[in-house]
């Protein structure tokens, strides 16, 4: 998101321990991380980091982070949700994030990279084209992002969104085909809705890759409320021909809160994040926001199975028969935890493995570049 679209507060996040992620499966931890657990049995909060909103780096203001990955030199790639004309050119950074079993002790901005178009030249810094949200490592080295691109009602501002492959100094690669369906038409009678569309990113052990709309297609019907929930479609990609492939439903919940403080924007949910766990499985970040409440934020897993409907060729999933993916319930996240108060979760990584041997996840914070935010980082210990 951006804040011109939401301010968020900084009232956020985390975090009641944790169900059971599944006992029996071998899962693969990816993006540029080790290989993942065997089993998730819980969490443990490590502990948090902030950066204060208006920090500088190389004289342009460092915030807006909508995804997070690691490396294989064990840095971070976080993109920022900088759709140009605001603070400046669309951008990532490239971040050393420093934590024991103990405490995260330093965050680092290393490097600051522009997005560049087709053309080579950097992305316009001077007027809206894109909306990157998701970064992922891919397999060859290279990142992928997402954008949610531009609605517009003047057609020479509309963008579309996208899934692309860039290289690590910003150069375009290559475009994924994806469907037209989840495309902008008029933010009403069909497609996808303003600033609603590509924040999600994974990609899998076997190297596909995952997208989704952050709530419902305009066709699939209304978006999430206090009172229902909505569907969206997680995409998939293949990366070996650029092609779209099956589409899986995925049905958020109504908005967790019991009524929403008045505000200047409704309630909303959405999912912003995907992380891989196995070629099937996923950890998927659920947000719910309600001015002057907060955010809350629910971690579940969420799982192809073998019956899940394909549902591609289904122009609409209201009154439709189908079977979504599977989602439990792995964490549930209130406004406090731990006498950290907490921000708006936008990203997942897998982290480095402790002295113990177990696996970690960092999460980052969107702070939309509110001064009553911050981009804060969560480190946390994954207990098989």
Do not use: H
């Not at 970064?135 to 517009?152: C, D, Q, T």
């Not at 899998?204 to 009172?227: H, I, K, M, Q, R």
């Not at 999933?317 to 907490?342: C, F, I, N």
């Not at 999460?363 to 980082?377: E, G, H, M």
Request: hydrophobic content about 35%; charged content about 25%.
């Amino acid at each position: 998101m951006n804040k011109a679209d939401k301010v968020r507060s900084p009232a956020s996040v985390l975090l009641a321990l944790v169900l059971a992620f599944g006992t029996a499966t071998g899962l693969a931890g990816c993006g540029g991380s080790d290989d993942g657990p065997e089993t998730i049995g819980s969490l443990r909060l490590i502990g948090d980091y902030s950066i204060k909103t208006k920090t500088l780096f190389d004289g342009v203001e460092f915030g807006g982070i909508s995804g997070l990955d690691r490396a294989p030199d064990g840095s971070y790639w976080a993109i920022s949700d900088e759709r140009g004309g605001e603070r400046g050119t669309p951008r990532f950074y490239n971040l050393g994030i420093q934590f024991d079993d103990k405490a995260i002790q330093a965050v680092t901005i290393r490097k600051m990279v522009t997005l560049k178009g087709r053309d080579g030249q950097p992305l316009p810094g001077t007027r809206r084209t894109v909306d990157p949200e998701g970064i992922r490592v891919a397999p060859n080295g290279n990142l992928y992002v997402s954008s949610e691109g531009n609605f517009s009602t003047d057609p020479a501002s509309l963008f579309q969104p996208f899934v692309r492959e860039i290289r690590v100094d910003g150069s375009f690669v290559r475009d994924f085909e994806t469907p037209a369906a989840f495309n902008y038409v008029d933010n009403t009678t069909s497609g996808g809705r303003n600033n609603k569309l590509f924040e999600a990113l994974a990609v899998t052990p076997d190297s596909s890759v995952f997208t989704a709309n952050e709530d419902a297609l305009v066709e699939d019907g209304p978006l999430t409320t206090l009172a229902a929930g909505s569907v969206i479609r997680v995409l998939k990609l293949d990366p070996a021909t650029g092609k779209s492939g099956a589409q899986y439903a995925y049905q958020l919940p109504k908005i967790p809160l019991d009524k929403a403080a008045s505000g200047s924007f409704p309630p909303d949910n959405g999912l912003p994040e995907l992380l891989a766990v196995s070629n099937n499985e996923f950890i998927a970040i659920e947000r719910a926001f309600a001015d002057g409440v907060g955010n809350t934020i629910r971690l579940t897993r969420a799982t192809i199975e073998p019956d899940t409907t394909d549902v591609r060729s289904f122009k609409s999933l209201v009154g439709a028969s189908y079977k979504p993916m599977k989602r439990e319930l792995l964490l549930e996240m209130p406004v406090t935890y731990q006498g950290v108060k907490l921000d708006n979760i936008e990203g997942i990584s897998w982290g480095p493995r402790l002295a113990n041997g177990n696996r970690t996840l960092v999460l980052v914070a969107d702070n939309n570049f509110a001064d009553n935010q911050v981009t804060q980082f969560l480190a946390f210990e994954v207990r098989p």
